[in-house]
């Protein structure tokens, strides 16, 4: 498999698991699901902030992509990364190669 295609696969493969990924963790559509990682979560932003959610901050973040998507600076954000972790995969992959040779 080409170094570009997995590099690919790990971009597209983030943006496609990212909403899936935010409503396991509690981030949905109807607002934050009690007793998950995302109320937890919460809960500690609040307290620390002295009992609310600051906005811009990463609970705020994450509430905001899980309810209305992410954004076209998030989904670009999200695909750097699982670029770059498709580059390290591929880098992994071809060192491995070369070492049973």
């Given amino acids: 498999m080409s170094r570009a295609l997995i590099i690919t696969?790990?971009?597209a493969g983030a943006v496609l698991l990212a909403p899936?990924?935010?409503g396991m963790a509690g981030f949905?559509?109807?607002?934050i699901t009690a007793g998950s990682v995302a109320a937890g979560m919460m809960s500690s932003a609040a307290i620390s902030s002295g009992?609310?959610?600051a906005a811009g901050?990463?609970?705020?973040l994450l509430q905001s992509a899980?309810?209305?998507?992410?954004?076209?600076?998030?989904?670009a954000g999200v695909a750097?990364?699982?670029?770059?972790?498709?580059?390290?995969?591929?880098?992994a992959v071809g060192l491995l190669k070369r070492?049973?040779?």
Avoid: D, E, I, Q
């Fill in 9 to 11: 696969a790990g971009a």
């Fill in 20 to 22: 899936f990924a935010l």
């Fill in 28 to 31: 949905t559509t109807a607002g």
């Fill in 51 to 53: 009992g609310g959610v």
């Fill in 57 to 60: 901050s990463l609970v705020a």
């Fill in 66 to 75: 899980g309810a209305a998507g992410m954004s076209a600076t998030a989904t």
């Fill in 80 to 91: 750097s990364v699982g670029g770059a972790a498709g580059a390290l995969a591929s880098g």
């Fill in 99 to 101: 070492m049973r040779k």
